[in-house]
Each structure stands twice: as C-alpha cells, then as structure tokens.
C-alpha cells in the first residue's frame, strides 16, 4: 500500500475522502495535515478551533500535522510552509498526498504545481463525483458535519450552523452546489465511518467577519465549564 499524507480542512470532503481511501484499501493513511491561521488558532475559512482539529485526528486515529500560517498570509508565507510539509513528508517516506476537491480544475491544477519535482504524488479521490450524488451517499453513509462558514454573496448567512442532512439538501437554492464547492459553505464533520467516535460540539455564537459567516462550534466539554 502507498504511504499516503491527507490534506485535512476539517470539513466533510476531508473526512469523506478519508473514508474513501480507507475502504480503497490502496493506500496506509499516516496522518492528516493542516494549515492553521497562526493568529486566530483556527482552520482558514472554515474557522475550526484547533482543538476540535485535534479531536478529529484523535477521532480518527491518526496524527496531525498542523502547518502553522501567519496572518496576513501571502502565497509566498504559504508556498514556503507547504514545501517545508513536502520535504518531512518524503525524509519520512510518504508517497501520495490525498486532496478532496471535487470539480474546481484552477484548484487541482494549482496542487499538482506545488507537487511537481518534490516526489510526491497529487491524488483526488473524490474528483468528478456528481455532487448531488455525493452530498447524499456521505449523509446516507452516516456522516454528520454542521455548517461553520457561509459566503453571505452566494447563500443567506442564516445558513451557517445548520446541520449538514437530507433537510438541508432540499432546503438550498438550486444555484447552490449541494457540497458546496463553488465556497457557498464550509463545515465541521463530528462523526462517521472515518472516526472511532462522535466528536461531542456545542454551538457558540454566530458572527460576520471580513464578509463571510461564521458559527462557532465548541467541545461539548469546554462549553461545559463556562
């Protein structure tokens, strides 16, 4: 099997693709990585707390590399940290890297680049689904995601800390992407085939910020002791 890296955002993609690569039974997962906005503590966009990120990997049974950016982040920031990832990746034998876009071609196409000459692999388990189909065999397969990030420009930001279900799926405007890969929504995923254990959240407040919508999701644990 081919030791593989998965680029983990955190949201139902990531996990998904994981499941996917799992059951593929071609490829020895070794860990997750992602960026993490250094100023903030949470996942770009979809603006996870690291601790929710740390739950899921545990969740899944897999180490985190956590790709600290800083904020502001220029590509060069970025460019410069994914190199640094690619290069510990290869000293520690990892073959592939997993992405889980779905149909974006200037974004597989901007990841292939960065992977050119490193010796590592680009693959996209999930590329080309449709996404309607998909939306509904993650949900119909047991996963749970709540959403965390509307883009307010595409779909009403009254959206954001919905649960990610069937309802929802009839509840969209058809212009949106049921999977929401055109950036209309971002989520969290809490449970599903891909982890040993649902991952125990409580909602927090709900906020616009630099154009975009966020709910902020909380460890049922830390919400407790406030």
């Known amino acids: 099997m081919k030791r593989t890296l998965l680029s983990w955002s955190s949201g139902k993609d990531s996990a998904w693709t994981l499941h996917r690569l799992r059951q593929s039974g071609e490829h020895e997962i070794v860990g997750l990585f992602t960026t993490v906005n250094q100023e903030f503590q949470r996942v770009a966009m979809h603006g ?3 601790e929710l990120l740390r ?3 545990k969740a899944a049974g897999l180490p985190l ?4 950016l800083p904020w502001p982040c220029t590509n060069e920031h970025y460019e410069s940290a994914m190199r640094s990832l690619c290069k510990d990746a ?4 990892v ?4 992405f889980g876009d779905l149909f974006l071609e200037e974004i597989r196409a901007y990841r292939e680049k960065q992977l050119e000459g490193t010796g590592l692999s680009p693959i996209f388990p999930l590329w080309g689904l449709p996404t309607a189909e998909l939306a509904q065999t993650m949900i119909a397969g047991g996963l749970r995601a709540r959403l965390t990030c509307v883009d307010p420009k595409q779909l009403a930001g009254e959206y954001a800390g919905r649960e990610f279900d069937a309802q929802l799926l009839r509840d969209l405007p058809s212009k949106v992407d049921l999977c929401g890969e055109n950036g209309e929504f971002h989520s969290f995923a809490y449970a599903g085939p891909m982890f040993q254990g649902e991952i125990a959240i409580e909602t927090g407040e709900t906020v616009e910020r630099e154009g975009f919508v966020y709910t902020d999701l909380v460890p049922a644990s830390i919400s407790s002791e406030r």
């Not at 590399?65 to 600290?68: I, L």
């Not at 290869?90 to 034998?93: D, V």
């Open 48 to 50: 996870t707390r690291v």
């Open 90 to 93: 290869l000293s520690a034998g």
């Open 55 to 57: 739950m899921q990997a």
């Open 65 to 68: 590399r956590e790709v600290p």
């Open 95 to 98: 073959e592939v890297i997993a």
